[in-house]
């Protein structure tokens, strides 16, 4: 399912063309967030002409839909990504992304625009609303520029056209003419580089990539230059839509993201001054006071050289403790070079050249526990992937965030697995160690290779959660975590993965699950559970492990129907929570997923005998 | 004068006919133009040279041992510059009585120590030679590798297609070339055969000596034919092989020789002459010494095996003596225990009585031209105007030159025309596209079934980008083999998502940076070589540690190296882990280990190898030939036709800074490419010293984009949902895009590295009568065709239009007057049509001349 154009600037209104299989007798579009209203107008079966006939083409493949819909987004919209979904009356479909846009927006020229001289004109800043559906098609646009002036070129494409292969790329032209051809155009300058860590996001394929490619070319001279989105290999087909953006690199798009997921080992995550508070939000916090715990027979009394590594991580621990910020000092990479930084903190630089590294000293504790977790603010993975190595005062490895399997003796064998954005260790023994920053290659470094990296006590804490469902198979069949549509009298599953972080997995420990806003005749229900992580091969067995992978535990939720429910005419947003437990206490309720909900009729037939008699239309 | 050929141009159609016709009318322009080419006298009209001065070779020797000797040459040279062996007419004598004898007529051997003069005289001239005389009358202890492996050898029973192959033959294996004695004295004293894969016997040991009854050896009955032996016979029992054999076997069939002795191996071949220019019928005796790993030179020209590569020039008896047959060039290779050399041969006819002095432009033609000179042989004429600019444009651009620029660089006087059209098309856009294509052929930029598309356009994305900043080939290089991370060149590494196993990929990146092939000695020794198992996977070896970081969080794979793998590559022989290794035997300090790849770019790229692999390849490019050739197979047994050239190109290419850029220019400023296709009497034969222009058969990418170019009809290359754009040309495109154009013309698809280049097929000459690149695009409107009967150019003018857009010359005033005879009696289209298809399925359309 996809939609076009693919958005639209704030305070205004257009017609979105949503085309998809399943749509038949859709009768809503809603919008997942405020912001966007939404006027259902029509559906249609989408015929397509074949020198087989259009009868034949209709036997062969499943029938194709176009919804269409008036979008208006409020003038106080937030610019970024929204989600539409389409109503029918077998449930509400997948989310399509739609984008709202601060800019000024335009939609590409139906004059073809597929060579230099034919390019479409257009004024800067804009965005451009663009389709490549045809094999070999690229889009040309044309732009006049002042001698030195800067812009930034970005290619948005939408998520599901990602999900399909849809490389977009960027390429720069200027008329230069040659000795053979003095029409000839030259290429200054070229991109298909995603901005943005390839992430899954809750395992949704259409998730997997970046979907941003984006180019800051400054021109020399002033003249009218080429603008070529095009994709890799020449590749294209209906639902390859994308928006151009041209502005000046200093002008905002004023994009926010919208609800996020927590994000426990995403390199572009934000490490900030509040990071100790969140964590200890996924956890539960012990404020008992310190003597309470005091072991039996402790060795921290007054006498005692080396303070209890408990006491110690509490303290640390508080969230009112402020972290500073320290810098990396030019050379950086010898031992006796290193900044001395306290736990907790909170430490910068830069892997400026190939080869670059920093140090770090810090004092532990015998027993104490540390977390070391790294972020990239700007030029992140796969360009920049920091390796965090920890070692003693006399270089020695203790640990590092590259993840290893076992021995493995085969020249095909996997023996590093990755390198993680955090990892966890214990100090055996107390003393100075060091913390040492560099690229995971001996290759790479940049300018722009920034990190932050927090060094601070380990907090138990519950990780990322992922949710699932699965439709029923007369839909599509997909992994979808985001919609549960619920025959009246049956029940659907939803399935939690919960990764549970830093000594939060203990027999004393708990995480509990409830659905709220369920609405009547529905209720969720313990259910068990043979889940099994998706297909693939068997991940290799980790050396190390401890180090790097939480334990993960799944909990399923059985959500049960009626039969005298009553069927939904729009969607109803329930939400999922898990509120980890530790010893006995409660803590914070966690929202992991607020997903829209249909009960469908069992009987289509009267579903759709129903519907004949409602007006048309819905709004959120 | 109207010739035959001329005739059948005004009967042009589209059918075979009508293709010979338009083959010979090229043909037929060659010959007009031979005539205007000045004739050389070939024939020798002078006296005989007479030597002027006579040495002998060697001209120091140390005899060592009972059983040393050693062979003398006499080398005269000669008034016309020449070498000539005239041993067989010298005669020898000793300053000291009773410290030599000779065993034949210019071998030695000693009979007591001490040291003396040897003089040679002939022809009133004299050349001395010392020796020194050691250890007379000490008998040299056995030696299983000397005396029954060297056997072995020069019986053949070691090489590759017999009992040397990786397997063995008929389960009896020997080491190639007698390399591992002590693996071969195993195998024929204990028995057994070589398993690739494991340790374990396959089946019982059966030896093939037989201690209580020698003579039924099995080594000897089947050398002798007394059992059937699929290698034939290999001696007689009577032969001396035979008896040293048995001789050996009755002694209890000893390894001999222990310590230090045992592993005494020849560590390189010196061959004297190292190249001989012969006269026909003259004659060359070959010398060889053997350099030896405890530092003794040994004379072994009796104990190495020879073989001519062109028996028709030279031939060569089993003791060494050359003997020249016909005019031409060629070597003869010199074969012994694991290693090999070649004489290269020159046969020459007579002398010129007065060899014209041709101008030279750089010092191309200095090495080029003096070696031409040497062999009688003239050099062609500068080219003209018109054949310059289609070559050069071709060679630098894979573009012809547009009608318009053709006719503007006829038309001018400016006597530097030729060095300013090579800047402007060394910096045009055009270069750096036909660099690309170029180097997609050998740095293997594909796609397809084996590479991602993803990957394939990042690393595509690296070469260009490369190319647009005029990279050095040295970094080049460096990045390409050290690339570590998710960059352009990493990307090579990877066939679809796994990395290329290390003995796969070091046999390339030598064979694309070192020239040489490696792959043989991946299994077993290099039969002809000095390459060896344990050379191979030692370079191996450096990329041993190349894992790729492929993660739950991350589509794409990080190439990185991991210093913990330490074990990853085992010698399939020994079956111990290999350290890294140079090619030139050097281990790696384990104190250097930390980035392996940067090692070993950092030693290929600073190797001499490196600099004459590359300029040689882009001398092929250029002349239509390397220096050696094939481009990636130097060996020692295939020698560069001018050594001193490839060293003075390298090194020019060495000290500008690896600047591809400047190496071409180079090239193609010198006087050598700028020579006429057009032979004379002298160089007609010559295929090897660049006397004259060679046609070289335009890439399959470059005729298709020539053909659209001169049909002004862009090709369109599309497939399912993929395609490029309209005017996409065919050297730029991603290699996986469907094209049956270029599959008929065999487009090199880089799944590999080519063996070679592409042979013209009958399927080429069938889709130039029926494909649609020859048929519909002279067609199609909008074409230049269709333009050109539009407008309102007469008959001469297209028909000059077309000859400046094919063959980037105006016809001659015949081809002109028959053409336009032809036009005015046939349908104006049709005839229009078929002259254009005439053009573009010539011989003079399809090759760069």
Redesign the interface.
């Known amino acids: 399912m996809w939609l076009f154009p693919l958005g639209g600037q704030r305070g205004t209104s257009l017609e979105v063309e949503i085309r998809g299989k399943g749509l038949q007798s859709a009768y809503a579009v809603v919008a997942e967030e405020e912001g966007i209203r939404t006027e259902f107008r029509t559906v249609e079966e989408i015929v397509e002409e074949s020198e087989e006939g259009p009868e034949k083409k209709k036997e062969k493949k499943e029938p194709e839909y176009r919804v269409r819909v008036g979008v208006k987004i409020d003038a106080a919209a937030r610019p970024g990504n929204h989600w539409l979904r389409v109503v029918t009356p077998r449930g509400i479909s997948d989310r399509v992304q739609f984008r709202v846009n601060a800019d000024r927006v335009i939609r590409e020229s139906a004059d073809p625009h597929?060579?230099p001289g034919r390019a479409q004109a257009i004024d800067v800043p804009v965005v451009v609303n663009g389709q490549i559906d045809?094999?070999?098609?690229?889009d040309f646009y044309q732009v006049e520029v002042a001698g030195g002036q800067e812009l930034l070129f970005e290619v948005t494409r939408s998520q599901e056209s990602a999900a399909n292969v849809f490389?977009s790329?960027i390429s720069i032209h200027a008329h230069?003419g040659?000795?053979?051809?003095p029409d000839?155009v030259?290429r200054l300058a070229?991109s298909?580089k995603d901005r943005g860590?390839?992430?899954?996001a809750d395992r949704d394929p259409r998730q997997?990539?970046g979907t941003r490619v984006s180019l800051r070319h400054r021109f020399a001279e002033a003249g009218r230059y080429f603008v070529e989105v095009g994709s890799?290999?020449?590749?294209?087909?209906a639902g390859f839509v994308y928006q151009l953006r041209v502005a000046p690199p200093d002008q905002p798009s004023h994009e926010t993201p919208g609800l996020r997921d927590w994000s426990e080992?995403?390199f572009v995550r934000k490490l900030t001054g509040d990071r100790l508070e969140q964590l200890w939000s996924r956890g539960v916090r012990d404020d008992r006071p310190a003597l309470e715990k005091k072991p039996e027979g402790g060795q921290d009394g007054e006498g005692s050289k080396e303070p209890d590594p408990a006491q110690l991580d509490l303290k640390l621990s508080d969230p009112a403790i402020a972290l500073d910020v320290h810098s990396e000092k030019e050379p950086g990479d010898r031992l006796e070079d290193a900044v001395e930084i306290p736990v907790p903190s909170i430490v910068e630089g830069v892997v400026q050249h190939p080869g670059d590294s920093d140090l770090f000293k810090f004092k532990v504790h015998a027993g104490q526990k540390l977390a070391f977790e790294v972020e990239t603010p700007q030029a992140t993975?796969?360009?920049f992937?920091p390796l965090l190595q920890i070692i003693d005062s006399r270089g020695r490895d203790q640990f590092s965030s590259l993840?290893?399997t076992e021995k493995y003796?085969s020249?095909?064998a996997?023996?590093?697995?990755?390198?993680d954005a955090k990892v966890i260790g214990a100090f055996e023994k107390g003393g100075d160690y060091y913390l040492r920053v560099r690229?995971?290659?001996?290759?790479?470094g940049d300018p722009g290779f920034h990190y932050r990296v927090l060094v601070r006590p380990q907090i138990p804490h519950v990780g990322d959660i992922h949710l699932e469902t699965r439709t029923r198979d007369f839909e599509d069949g997909r992994v979808d975590p985001h919609r549960v549509n619920l025959l009246a009298g049956e029940a659907v599953k939803l399935t939690l993965i919960l990764e549970q972080e830093e000594g939060f997995f203990l027999p004393s420990n708990q995480i509990a699950v409830s659905v709220e806003g369920l609405p009547a005749g529905v209720e969720a229900l313990p259910g068990a559970s043979s889940y099994r992580l998706p297909g693939g091969p068997r991940p290799p067995v980790i050396k190390g492990a401890d180090h790097h992978l939480p334990k993960v535990q799944t909990i399923s939720v059985v959500l049960h129907s009626r039969e005298d429910a009553a069927p939904t005419h729009l969607p109803v947003w329930i939400t999922v929570t898990a509120r980890p437990i530790v010893g006995g206490r409660l803590g914070p309720r966690l929202t992991v997923k607020k997903i829209p909900l249909t009960i469908l009729d069992p009987n289509p037939a009267r579903k759709l005998s129903q519907l004949a008699s409602r007006p048309a239309g819905g709004e959120r | 004068m109207e010739t035959k050929s001329c005739r059948k141009a005004s009967a042009i159609r589209r059918t075979p006919a009508a293709l010979i016709a338009v083959w010979a009318l090229g043909a037929s322009c060659l010959l007009a133009a031979l005539v205007q080419a000045a004739e050389v006298e070939g024939t020798a009209q002078g006296t005989s040279p007479q030597p002027s001065s006579l040495r002998l070779a060697p001209s120091e020797v140390r005899l060592q041992g009972a059983d040393a000797s050693q062979q003398f040459l006499v080398m005269g040279t000669f008034s016309d510059g020449l070498e000539r062996d005239l041993t067989a007419q010298a005669e020898f004598s000793g300053s000291k009585s009773g410290l030599i004898r000779f065993s034949a007529h210019s071998r030695i051997q000693p009979l007591a120590d001490g040291d003396l003069v040897l003089t040679a005289r002939v022809a009133g001239r004299e050349a001395t030679a010392s020796i020194a005389i050691r250890g007379s009358q000490e008998k040299r202890p056995f030696s299983f590798p000397r005396d029954i492996g060297s056997l072995l050898t020069q019986q053949g029973c070691n090489n590759t297609t017999c009992h040397g192959a990786v397997p063995g033959q008929g389960g009896f294996k020997l080491s190639t070339n007698a390399t591992y004695p002590r693996d071969d004295y195993k195998w024929i004293v204990e028995g057994g055969k070589f398993e690739v894969l494991t340790a374990e016997m396959e089946e019982p040991p059966h030896p093939r000596v037989n201690l209580k009854d020698p003579e039924k050896s099995l080594i000897l009955q089947k050398a002798t034919l007394q059992v059937p032996h699929g290698g034939g016979l290999r001696f007689g029992s009577d032969s001396p092989q035979y008896a040293r054999i048995l001789q050996w076997i009755q002694l209890g069939a000893p390894y001999g020789e222990e310590g230090e002795s045992e592993n005494i191996q020849i560590e390189s071949l010196e061959v004297y002459p190292r190249a001989s220019v012969l006269d026909l019928d003259g004659k060359q005796q070959i010398l060889v010494t053997a350099h030896l790993s405890d530092g003794r030179r040994e004379d072994v020209t009796r104990q190495v095996v020879y073989e001519s590569i062109n028996r028709s020039v030279v031939d060569v008896d089993e003791g060494g003596l050359v003997k020249a047959h016909k005019t031409g060039e060629t070597s003869v290779l010199v074969r012994a225990p694991g290693r090999a050399a070649a004489v290269r041969f020159g046969v020459i006819a007579d002398p010129l009585p007065s060899y014209p002095e041709a101008p030279e432009n750089n010092f191309i033609d200095r090495h080029v031209f003096a070696k031409l000179k040497k062999f009688n042989i003239v050099p062609s004429e500068l080219s003209s105007d018109a054949e310059f600019l289609r070559r050069v444009c071709l060679d630098l651009?894979g573009?012809l030159?547009?009608p318009n620029?053709v006719r503007q660089f006829l038309a001018s006087t400016d006597p530097d025309k030729r060095n300013r059209i090579i800047e402007?098309?060394l910096n045009?856009?055009?270069f750096e596209e036909f660099l690309f294509f170029r180097y997609g052929e050998i740095f293997r930029w594909y796609?397809g079934a084996t590479q991602l598309?993803?990957d394939t356009?990042?690393y595509g994305?690296w070469l260009?980008q490369s190319i647009a900043i005029n990279k050095p080939y040295d970094q080049l290089a460096v990045d390409r083999i050290?690339?570590?991370?998710?960059?352009g060149p990493s990307r090579f590494f990877y066939q679809l998502r796994?990395?290329i196993?290390?003995a796969e990929m070091i046999a390339e990146q030598v064979r694309v940076y070192l020239a040489r092939r490696l792959d043989c000695a991946r299994c077993h020794n290099h039969p002809f070589e000095a390459w060896s198992q344990d050379q191979f996977w030692g370079m191996a070896a450096f990329y041993g540690r190349m894992?790729?970081?492929?993660?739950?969080?991350?589509?794409?794979s990080?190439?990185?190296?991991?210093p913990?793998?330490k074990?990853?590559?085992v010698h399939p022989r020994t079956k111990k882990v290999v350290q890294p290794r140079f090619l030139d035997g050097r281990e790696l300090p384990e104190g250097e280990r930390?980035?392996l790849r940067?090692k070993l770019a950092q030693w290929i790229v600073s190797h001499p190898y490196f600099a004459e692999a590359f300029v040689n390849r882009v001398w092929d490019w250029f002349l239509g030939k390397g220096i050696v050739h094939p481009v990636d197979d130097f060996r020692s047994t295939n020698p560069p036709t001018h050594p001193e050239l490839l060293k003075a190109l390298a090194e020019d290419f060495r000290v500008n800074g690896h600047d591809v850029k400047h190496l071409m220019r180079v090239i193609v400023q010198s006087r050598t490419y700028q020579l006429s296709g057009i032979p004379n009497q002298t160089n007609r034969g010559d295929r090897l010293n660049f006397s004259h222009a060679l046609p070289k058969p335009l890439p399959a990418a470059v005729l298709l984009d020539a053909i659209s170019q001169v049909t002004e009809v862009p090709e369109?290359?599309?497939?399912?949902?993929?395609?490029?754009?309209?005017?996409t040309r065919a050297i730029a495109l991603?290699p996986s895009m469907p094209s049956q154009f270029m599959d008929v013309f065999e487009r090199n698809e880089r799944k590999t590295l080519p063996e070679g280049k592409p042979e013209p097929a009958l399927a080429q000459a069938l889709h130039m009568l029926t494909g649609k690149t020859f048929t519909e695009k002279l067609a199609r409107e909008g074409g230049r065709v269709d333009r050109l009967l539009r407008s309102e150019a007469g008959d001469g003018e297209i028909v000059d239009e077309l000859y400046l857009a094919a063959l980037s010359r105006f016809p001659t005033a015949e081809e002109r007057a028959r053409l336009e005879a032809m036009i005015s009696e046939r349908p104006r289209r049709e005839a229009v049509e078929s002259l254009a298809w005439g053009l573009i399925s010539s011989r003079q359309f399809s090759h760069n001349h």
């Open positions: 597929d060579r045809k094999a070999a098609e690229m490389r790329q230069r040659s000795w053979f051809d000839r030259v070229f298909d860590e390839r992430v899954i997997r990539t890799l290999g020449g590749q294209a087909k080992r995403s993975r796969p360009d992937n993840r290893r003796r020249v095909t996997v023996h590093l697995v990755s390198v690229d995971v290659t001996l290759r790479k | 651009t573009t030159p547009p620029r402007i098309l045009s856009p055009e796609g598309g993803k356009q990042l994305e260009r050290a690339a570590q991370g998710y960059d796994f990395i196993p290390p894992v790729d970081l492929r993660d739950s969080v991350m589509d794409d990080l190439l990185v190296d991991d913990a793998l074990d990853r590559v930390t980035d940067m369109t290359f599309a497939s399912g949902e993929r395609g490029f754009a309209a005017g991603m």
